[in-house]
């Protein structure tokens, strides 16, 4: 089946996402389930509701409205019948499903010591829809290579959540492992590349193997926290380009320093609009502050897919305008 994720919705609700059009299916980005409330969904930038005849609609009254049965069989399939073996999981209020899909959770947060120990009483849903997409970074990486020491330049790609990052992401590791398959290319060798995917969202692991094509020299730490994965890629597996997703936190920074002074490129990710943003968050700011990465991409998403603007290291404007990195409708992770 190719849209497995089908199978995680409860009857009533899978029978009608089927019933949408395959061209819409492959298009969705997001599904939310809220108990007592419209279900909805998004993709290409649009919202809608279904109503309970399968139709679209933008009025809320007409849609299906998932009951309490529909949450508690949702959150049955999608913790594969054993809630109580994702303690962690509640905890950071999200679950990562085989294929690299993510589904956010609400519900009533239980405290232990001021702090969130996990959710109950789990009553919303929202899916998001990872699809890799090959080639989506052909026309960014090659600002982001040093080809005289045949090296990939520190990177930091930033964006609002649903631009394309962790998309982008994936296919630059994938062409960074491969190494240049093109004519044009064919003398770029090939190198080792560490992904430490907390959220399991990059590679989309299946009991380790990854579900998307991350290249053939790729080693993937899954479900492993950012920092300590990259320590761990750092000491034990001698990756050429490390690979990570969202960081933001002081020790996130600590780690990115440690592989840069240990001469592994890095190409990380963050949330934020522009890089005048990041200097206000502690880890970040200190490693703006310090120079260390030498590209910043910074991705907006638009009509046509997703364009890109490149800077240098002190932040000056590689490319004059932004350059369009066609998605053809697909997801935007």
């Known amino acids: 089946m190719a849209n497995e994720w089908l199978l995680l919705f409860p009857e009533k609700i899978r029978a009608l996402l089927v019933g949408l059009s395959p061209a819409l299916l492959e298009k969705l980005e997001e599904i939310r389930v809220r108990e007592g409330r ?18 679209l609609t933008l009025n809320p009254d007409e849609a299906y409205k998932p009951g309490r049965e529909d949450a508690h069989r949702l959150l049955d399939l999608i913790s594969n019948h054993s809630l109580y073996t994702m303690e962690e999981e509640l905890r950071k209020g999200f679950i990562t499903i085989p294929g690299g899909h993510r589904i956010g959770l609400c519900g009533r947060a239980v405290l232990s010591g001021g702090h969130i120990e996990h959710l109950r009483d789990i009553t919303g849903f929202n899916m998001r829809i990872a699809r890799e997409v090959k080639g989506i970074a052909d026309g960014l990486l090659p600002y982001l290579l040093d080809r005289g020491r045949q090296r990939v330049l520190h990177t930091l790609i930033l964006s609002p959540p649903q631009h394309g990052k962790t998309t982008m992401l994936r296919d630059l590791a994938r062409q960074i492992s491969a190494g240049g398959q093109r004519e044009r290319e064919a003398n770029r060798p090939g190198l080792k590349v560490g992904i430490v995917d907390e ?135």
């Open 38 to 55: 419209p279900l909805e969904i998004n993709y290409s930038g649009k919202y809608h509701f279904i109503a309970g005849n399968g139709k």
């Open 199 to 333: 959220r399991s969202e990059i590679a989309g692991s299946r009991r380790g193997v990854p579900a998307f094509d991350v290249g053939p020299r790729t080693d993937v730490l899954d479900g492993c926290p950012k920092a300590e994965g990259m320590m761990m890629m750092i000491r034990s597996l001698s990756p050429d380009v490390l690979v990570a997703d969202e960081i933001g936190r002081p020790e996130d920074a600590a780690a990115v320093t440690e592989a840069l002074h240990a001469g592994i490129s890095v190409i990380a990710t963050a949330h934020g609009k522009e890089v005048a943003e990041l200097a206000r968050r502690p880890g970040l700011g200190n490693l703006l502050e310090q120079r260390m990465f030498e590209r910043y991409v910074i991705l907006h998403r638009t009509e046509a897919g997703t364009s890109f603007r490149v800077l240098d290291g002190q932040k000056r404007g590689l490319l004059p305008v932004p350059v369009e990195a066609k998605l053809g409708g697909e997801r935007h992770a």
